[in-house]
């Protein structure tokens, strides 16, 4: 077996062993003999569990956590209590 993929994430390879033959019947009726068949088989394989830890890259500069008057929607009807089929404000 042979990996292509170098491991990040997983491994990717290619099987050396042949998925089809290389003529089938076709599935359809009617239709020719399917000659030249190329079917590629690529297997993936997960990497090893491994504690995962999210964090912003090196030197990533995270801003402050502020809520301004500009970030607050003023209040209004919600996108699921209006009603653009009839074109007015469905009430409940």
């Known amino acids: 077996m042979s990996y292509d993929s170098g491991g990040m994430n997983g491994y990717m390879y290619i099987s050396a062993e042949p998925v089809?033959?290389?003529?089938?019947?076709?599935?359809?009726?009617?239709?020719?003999?399917?000659?030249?068949?190329k079917v590629i088989a690529v297997f993936y394989k997960l990497p090893p569990r491994h504690p995962h830890i999210a964090r912003?890259?090196?030197?990533?500069?995270?801003?402050?956590?502020?809520?301004?008057?500009?970030?607050?929607?003023?209040?209004?009807?919600l996108w699921h209590e209006k009603s653009s089929i009839f074109g007015c404000d469905s009430e409940r």
């Open 56 to 77: 912003p890259p090196e030197g990533a500069v995270i801003p402050r956590k502020i809520v301004r008057r500009k970030d607050i929607l003023l209040s209004g009807k």
């Open 20 to 37: 089809q033959k290389p003529e089938i019947c076709s599935p359809v009726e009617d239709m020719d003999i399917i000659k030249s068949n």
